[in-house]
């Protein structure tokens, strides 16, 4: 791989009798991992290789995997470089926390926190880019989540919806990507020294608004895929100097780094970081570090905000009886003919939201129509009826076609749809007809 010049001149000089090592590994192809999503699914029961486990990461080995598959359309798998993935497990985010991921797009990071935190709580996600903010929703969705908010905001808009907030804010900061070299060549083409220092100071404003965005002892996770001090252990060193926090310490597993106080101001606290070389780790470059508010430790409940009027439910309260069982949505909430169970309920002010909670469907004339998200949200035991298709009948069904089946004894109407007992549309059976609802913009 050819190197910018100054890129290999800097690291030389950093790394003096390491930069051999650590410059050499750029030859070597990039680390490739997935997760399984724990909300859906066990190992055993996917198509992927899963006998790689990487070492620390719940739910996460080593390969590639086809965006293709029924495993990615169902939403039990998410491909993600692994050192990307120590992120959210260093976070620790707990249950019922409110936690925000302030850089999400295209939502690695909120997938693996609203995993961790077994889908309960509160959890923004957050994008600053409106078209990357609906790459995000639509993942938020593949994996099944219903107290997850998606929004486009900057992080200035959004501070001011969310003052002292959250118990737990992660950083995962736009960088200059030289850790990503490996994975995209297209990253060398923006990098210069001057980049760098444009990216670190972008990165402190992002900062600035989430220290305003955490509450008293609550964690702050930052996080980059670069190499450069400037964008890892100086931001770190220059957070600690502005506001009133402390780094927390992290195990540094086998083949992990310390981060470098010779690199931040000599700044001894900062070999609690994680720094992960693609010459010691088997992963890409970044650099992790947890920080803590000073003040109260004390975790706060997920309170809502105010209520908002319903409209008469009884279309989707027929709906939940001819098709669901056991299901109890206790934050509904409508926005134009739109109902929701709202991961947030707000009053007027509120930010630019893309996904509130769980899209559950919409009203139509007469009738209400369910939405995809609320297909690959519930688990199996939760609907009355699933039709399971042959793998030819599968073909044709993401293709966007309606079905002839063999229909012994299932009634008419809405229908969940799996392929090897993986649920991933609905359906709408009509005597031996089964209608197609699998969303155009997926279909295949
Ligand atoms: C490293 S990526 C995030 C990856 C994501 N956390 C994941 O795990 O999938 C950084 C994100 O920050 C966003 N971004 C760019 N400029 C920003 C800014 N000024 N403030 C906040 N976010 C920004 C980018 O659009 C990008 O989606």
Known sequence: MQLPADFIQKYQQLLK??????????????????????????????????????????????????????????????????SAMHVAQFAQPNPHERVLDLCAAPGGKTTQLAALMQDTGLLVANEINRSRAR????????????????????????????????????????????????????????????????????????????????????????????????????????????FNLTILPLHHYEGMDCGRPEWGDNNLELRKAVRLFPHHYQGEGHFICVLQKAGDAVATSTAKMNTTKLPNLKLWQEFVDHTLVDVHFDSLIVQKNTLYNAALEFSQHHPQIVRNGLMLGEFKKNRFEPNHALVLALKPTQFQQVIELEAEQFQHFIHGEALIIDNQGYNKGWVAVSFEHKIFSWGKLVGTQLKNFYPKGLRQ
């Not at 990461?57 to 998410?78: C, P, Q, R, V």
């Not at 929703?137 to 929004?151: A, D, F, M, P």
């Not at 990098?191 to 900062?207: D, F, G, H």
């Open 17 to 82: 009798n390491q930069a051999a090592e650590f410059l050499a590994s750029f030859n070597n192809e990039a680390t490739a991992g997935f997760r399984l999503n724990p909300l859906k699914v066990q190992a055993q029961y996917v198509d992927e290789d899963c006998s790689q486990p990487i070492a620390h990461i719940s739910n996460a080995y080593y390969g590639t995997i086809n965006g293709n598959n029924i495993d990615h359309l169902a939403g039990w798998i998410y491909s993600q470089d692994p």
């Open 135 to 242: 790459v995000l929703s639509s993942n938020v969705e593949r994996w099944g989540l219903q107290h997850t908010l998606v929004t486009n905001n900057s992080p200035q808009e959004l501070a001011k919806y969310f003052p002292e907030f959250f118990d737990c804010i992660v950083v995962d900061a736009p960088c200059s990507g030289e850790g990503l070299f490996r994975k995209d060549s297209e990253a060398m083409q923006y990098w210069s020294l001057e980049y760098v220092q444009k990216c670190a100071q972008r990165q402190r404003q992002i900062l600035i608004e989430a220290v305003k965005m955490l509450r008293p002892g609550g964690r702050l996770i930052y996080s980059t895929c670069t190499f450069a001090p400037e964008e890892d252990e100086q931001n770190i060193n220059w957070l600690t100097q502005k």
